[in-house]
């Protein structure tokens, strides 16, 4: 199982892009760049979350979805969970000529002992060209089938993992 302090050893991007931190979302949580696609944005509000950069996380906030204590549950979440992985699953729109995106994506954390998964799908929406998350919907958590590999990332198959019959 890989863990977002890992990757930062490492230095490869805890969104899981295989690249170096520095060559993929560090750009983004730096300011240097605005995220060009809604996709961009949720890997890098991931990783603002396993580096608990909260002012990154909240200025990406669509200012008209915040809610009055958004600062504070942005801070609670990030510092209550240690993020293990992400996965984006799809995508719709999103793209630099779009509008509007939808990115629907698994982020495994650990809980208690175990590893719990976040089944989410997403919505971004851009202003002045930059990308802005509004809002998204939990979703049911994906189950593998028996022989595909387990979506907690520990590299065994579904059914020797999470899918086990007990
Ligand atoms: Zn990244
Ligand atoms: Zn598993």
């Not at 202003?127 to 809002?135: I, M, P």
Request: contains cysteine.
């Amino acid at each position: 199982m890989f863990i977002c302090d890992d990757h930062f050893s490492s230095k490869s991007c805890p969104c899981g892009s295989q690249k170096l931190l520095n060559h993929c979302c560090s750009v983004y949580l730096q300011g240097q760049l605005p995220a060009p696609t809604a996709e961009k944005l949720m890997r890098s509000r991931y990783c603002a979350y396993c580096l608990k950069n909260i002012d990154y996380l909240f200025n990406t906030e669509h200012p008209s979805y915040r809610k009055p204590n958004s600062r504070k549950l942005i801070t609670a979440t990030a510092n209550s969970l240690r993020w293990l992985g992400l996965t984006v699953l799809t995508t719709e729109g999103g793209q630099p000529e779009d509008q509007t995106g939808v990115v629907e994506f698994v982020a495994v954390y650990q809980e208690g002992k175990s590893a719990a998964q976040l089944h989410e799908r997403s919505n971004f929406i851009k202003e002045k060209g930059k990308w802005f998350y509004t809002d998204g919907e939990m979703l049911p958590p994906v189950q593998p089938k028996k022989n595909e590999r387990c979506w907690c990332k520990s590299g065994k198959k579904f059914k020797q993992c999470h899918g086990k019959q007990r």
